[in-house]
């Protein structure tokens, strides 16, 4: 009878250790799952940027994921440049300051003529994203790219803005010397840039307009 017990026992055991595992790897991979929706839900658009400069290994890691994006037929179809040069930050700032003179801007280009403005928020990375412009799918290629920058950043607590107001700066033909300077090739435009750094706000998620999701089942 002892035997019988020590051997109901043992299987107990067995099983019980068994069911621990399967618990501990699943809830493993809910963490995981969790990590990626947990950034998607947190990530705000920042435009407030501490000084320092993000790690160099911050940002390989961020580039990384972002040529890992999926694009159409896998054509990589985007031009990335990532841009930390203090000088030429400044300077493609000015050239907006100076083309928003007596223009009617939205959001915070409306300010540009405010002594300190900066178009990227002063953060001290700015990442230039282009397209091909014989591709029809490139731009949509650079959004999924870009969401990948985006999501990466904020799984490490960085902050970034995505600035479509790159696109009319370094597109204008008085800023073909820009497009040089970061060699971009004419086979390809900017549709927008990213800001990059460390977050100095913590602003609240803005409303979502859920009506715009329809099931059909």
């Known amino acids: 009878m002892n035997m019988k017990k020590m051997f109901i026992a043992a299987i107990a055991?067995?099983?019980?250790?068994?069911?621990?595992?399967?618990?501990?790897?699943?809830?493993?991979?809910?963490?995981q799952e969790n990590a990626v929706v947990e950034a998607i839900m947190s990530r705000r658009s920042i435009r407030s940027y501490k000084p320092e400069q993000i790690?160099?290994?911050?940002?390989?890691?961020?580039?990384k994921c972002a040529i890992n994006a999926p694009s159409a037929l896998n054509k990589q179809s985007w031009e990335i440049r990532v841009i930390q040069s203090a000088d030429l930050l400044s300077?493609?700032?000015?050239?907006?300051?100076?083309?928003a003179k007596g223009k009617s801007l939205q959001g915070s280009?409306?300010?540009?003529?405010?002594?300190?403005?900066?178009?990227?928020?002063?953060?001290?990375?700015?990442?230039?994203?282009?397209k091909d412009k014989s591709n029809p799918y490139s731009a949509v290629d650079c959004?999924?790219?870009?969401?990948?920058?985006?999501?990466?950043?904020?799984?490490?607590?960085?902050?970034?803005?995505?600035?479509?107001?790159?696109?009319?700066?370094?597109?204008?033909?008085?800023?073909?010397?820009f497009l040089k300077e970061i060699n971009m090739p004419d086979t390809h435009e900017?549709?927008?840039?990213?800001?990059?750094?460390?977050?100095?706000?913590?602003?609240?998620?803005?409303?979502?307009?859920?009506?715009?999701?329809q099931y059909i089942r």
Request: hydrophobic share 35%; net charge negative.
């Open 143 to 177: 959004g999924l790219l870009a969401q990948n920058i985006l999501l990466s950043a904020e799984s490490m607590n960085i902050g970034t803005c995505t600035i479509g107001n790159m696109a009319g700066i370094l597109n204008d033909p008085d800023s073909k010397d």
């Open 55 to 63: 790690t160099p290994e911050q940002l390989d890691t961020i580039v």
């Open 91 to 99: 300077r493609i700032n000015n050239s907006f300051v100076e083309k």
């Open 109 to 130: 280009a409306a300010r540009a003529q405010e002594p300190g403005f900066s178009v990227f928020h002063g953060a001290p990375t700015l990442i230039i994203v282009g």
């Open 13 to 31: 055991s067995l099983m019980l250790f068994s069911c621990n595992n399967s618990t501990k790897e699943k809830t493993s991979d809910m963490e």
């Open 190 to 213: 900017v549709v927008f840039g990213i800001a990059v750094g460390y977050k100095n706000e913590s602003p609240d998620a803005k409303p979502r307009d859920e009506s715009k999701v």
